[in-house]
């Protein structure tokens, strides 16, 4: 009888952009080491913080391997950046997942949830999952906008296309990159400081390796409000208007407007407690 060879384990890897942001840490560290899966790494990319915040991180990196510290580049500062650097860690059979200092994940079977979808759905070669998430005010405790998905569906590369077209954009928190797909598309745009995450998105059409979407019923990540995109409104809208200009020339305002639409809907319908 011929033998089976055992199935490697799913891994995830998640990046995290640090500046001085040690206070913010613990919620999302916790949510981590709390996970029922074990199977993934965190690597901290430090933008040149404070010695407070550098023993901090030493300290964490020194109870749990899982955990890796490492620099941006002196000529490179940014959220963006940082998060190019990280990716080069990345193993080739990782899940790829993007995080700010002050998220966390959303309940402790998160990664478990994600990597039984992708076991169960390897033979249809998904290239990147999307799940559910909400933005919480850190002060009230309440979801300023949530971001649900109703049914796990898989979704072809045209249709998400046209999604994206009529004004659907994820968060960038609930992006669930395969190491391949996301190989294609790096490094982040240096052109724009605020949104180069929506431009990698929409990176996607040119990208010939993206064909599948898995999108997930999953609630995975809780995202503080408050972050330096809401503290610079004016700069991040024109980025982002520059951005569809970029890929959908004078048809941008039709994504453009609908994504904003979209977003005031989605606050008015989700207003609630965690």
Known sequence: ????????????????????????????????????????RCILVDGDSNEKHKKWVKSIVKKDERFISINENKNQRGIYPAMSKGYKSAFINDWIIFLGSDDWLASRNVISSLAESISKNSFKKIDLLISSTDLVNPKTKKISRSHPIKSDIFVERERFLKLLFFGYMPNHQSLCFSSDLLGSLMPYSEDFDLAADNELILRLSLCKKFNRILFCTQKSINIEAGGISSKFILKRTLEVARIYFRYYKFKFFIPFILRYTNRIRYKILNHKKI
Do not use: A
């Open 1 to 40: 009888m011929k033998k089976t060879k055992k199935p490697e384990p799913i891994t995830f890897l998640f990046i995290v952009p640090t500046l001085n942001s040690y206070k913010k840490l613990p919620k999302l560290i916790d949510s981590l080491t709390n996970q029922t899966y074990i199977f993934w």
